[in-house]
C-alpha cells in the first residue's frame, strides 16, 4: 500500500483563508500535477474553496486537464516555439504571453480556429526568467492593443513573478510592475486581472496583492515562509502520505540492517518493514538522517539504508500491539500527530516544495473528505517577510 491521502476539506479551506486574506481574486496553481497532490483530484476543491481560475506552467499539463473532464478557467504561461496555441484555443485554455513573437503565433493561430484567444501578459519586473522584457513592453503593447481592437484577442490579465529576495527588491519589482501596468493602459488596455503575488507575498505582503493573487504550495497547506508553520499561517497540510508494516522481525541485538550495515541494533528490537522506496519519492538522502514515521500513533525511527521500494522501522517498543497491515504515516498534518513534511525537508536542506512534488507515481491519490480538526486553523496574528519563491 503506498497511498497519498488529498484533504479536500484542507484544499477547500486553505484557498478560502488565502481568499479572504487577499480580498480578491485568487489563481491556484496546479503544475507539476498539483505539487504532486493530484491535479484533476485538486480542481474542483479550488474551485469550491473560492478560486477564480487555475494555472499550469506548460500546455501540456493544461490539455490533461481537460482530458480529464476539468472545464474550469485554466491559464499557462511556459511554451515551447513548437507549442499547439490552436489546441489551446479550442480548449478555451488562457496563454501567458512572454515576447511579441509568442502573441503573433497566438494571434495567427485564433485566426485559423476563427475564435478569439485569451491572453495574460507576463512581464519582467526583475526574476530574469520568462516574461517581455521591459524593452520590449511598449512594441508588445501596442501590438496587443491592435490585436483587442480587432477582435483577435482578449487581454485578462497581466503578471510577473517576484524573486522573493527581500523586501527593498520585492518593492523594486512591484514599482517596475506598477509601470507595466501604466503603459498596457496607455495603450487602451486595462485588463481585469492584475497578478504578482505568490504565496509568501500572499501571505507576507498585502501591499503586493493588487485585485489577484497567484498561489502554489499554500493551497495545499504548507507553508512558503522559512519561520512559520502552516499552523501559524492558518493553512492545514492537503497531503498525509501514508504506507503499511508487511513484515514484522524479532532481532538480537548487533544486528545489521539494510544495505552496508550503516545501522546496527544496539539491543534486541523489532524491526517492520514498509513497502515505500526512493522510486515513490522517499528520498535516499533520508539514510541515518534522524528521519521518523508515525506508526500505532508513536514517533519511531527510519533504520537502514532507503531502497528503492522499502524502508525499515524500529518499532521495538510497539512490537506486541502490532499486525501486518498497521499503517505508517510517513508525513502529514502535525495538527494531527502526524510528521510535517518539513522534517525531510529540513534534513535534506531542501523546501517542502521539492519533497511533494517528488512523490512517485506508484503512489496512489485517493481523494478524503475527513471533517478539520476544529482548533487546527487559527493562524498567527504577525505574518513574516518571505524567503523562498512560489517556484
Known amino acids: 500500500m503506498r497511498i497519498a491521502e488529498i484533504s479536500l476539506p484542507a484544499v477547500r479551506h486553505n484557498v478560502r483563508r488565502i481568499k479572504e486574506l487577499s480580498g480578491g481574486q485568487v489563481i491556484v496553481v496546479v503544475k507539476a500535477d498539483g505539487y504532486g497532490h493530484g491535479a484533476a483530484i485538486i480542481a474542483q476543491a479550488a474551485m469550491d474553496g473560492g478560486a477564480t481560475m487555475l494555472a499550469t506552467a506548460d500546455l501540456e499539463e493544461s490539455l490533461r486537464l481537460r482530458e480529464a473532464g476539468v472545464e474550469v478557467p485554466l491559464l499557462c504561461w511556459l511554451h515551447g516555439p513548437r507549442t499547439d496555441f490552436g489546441a489551446a ?21 485564433a485566426r485559423a480556429a476563427g475564435l478569439q484567444a485569451t491572453v495574460q501578459l507576463k512581464v519582467d519586473t526583475g526574476l530574469s526568467r520568462n516574461g517581455i522584457q521591459p524593452s520590449d513592453w511598449d512594441v508588445v503593447f501596442a501590438r496587443a492593443a491592435e490585436l483587442v481592437a480587432e477582435g483577435t484577442i482578449s487581454v485578462r490579465g497581466i503578471f510577473s513573478h517576484l524573486a522573493n529576495a527581500g523586501a527593498d527588491a520585492d ?114 538522502a533520508l539514510n541515518g538522517s534522524g528521519a521518523w514515521v508515525t506508526v500505532a500513533g508513536e514517533h519511531r525511527p527510519i533504520v537502514g539504508r532507503i531502497g528503492m521500494d522499502q524502508f525499515i522501522v524500529d518499532v521495538g517498543p510497539l512490537a506486541g500491539r502490532l499486525e501486518l497491515g498497521e499503517p505508517v504515516v510517513l508525513f502529514g498534518d502535525p495538527e494531527r500527530g502526524a510528521p510535517p513534511v518539513e522534517i525531510w525537508a529540513g534534513l535534506m536542506r531542501t523546501i517542502n516544495y521539492e519533497i511533494i512534488v517528488g512523490i512517485g507515481p506508484r503512489v496512489l491519490r485517493v481523494p478524503v473528505e475527513e471533517p478539520l480538526a476544529p482548533d487546527a486553523v487559527e493562524p498567527d496574528e504577525a505574518i513574516a517577510e518571505p524567503v523562498r519563491s512560489d517556484a
Open 171 to 284: 518593492r523594486a519589482q512591484a514599482a517596475n510592475f506598477d509601470e507595466a501596468i501604466a503603459l498596457l493602459a496607455a495603450h487602451g488596455v486595462e485588463p481585469e486581472m492584475r497578478h504578482l503575488a505568490a504565496s509568501a507575498a500572499t501571505l507576507s505582503s498585502p501591499h503586493l496583492h493588487y485585485d489577484t493573487v497567484r498561489i502554489g504550495v499554500a493551497a495545499y497547506g504548507l507553508s512558503p515562509l522559512a519561520d512559520k508553520t502552516s499552523a501559524q499561517l492558518g493553512l492545514v497540510p492537503a497531503m498525509t502520505l501514508k504506507s503499511e508494516i508487511v513484515a514484522l522481525r524479532g532481532v538480537p541485538a548487533g544486528t545489521g540492517v539494510s544495505y552496508g550495515y550503516n545501522h546496527v541494533c544496539e539491543t534486541a528490537t523489532t524491526l517492520a518493514l514498509v513497502p515505500m522506496g526512493y522510486a515513490d519519492g522517499m528520498p535516499r
Open 89 to 109: 484555443i479550442e480548449h478555451r485554455i488562457e496563454l501567458g504571453v512572454n515576447n511579441l513573437a509568442q502573441l503573433d503565433a497566438i494571434a495567427e493561430a
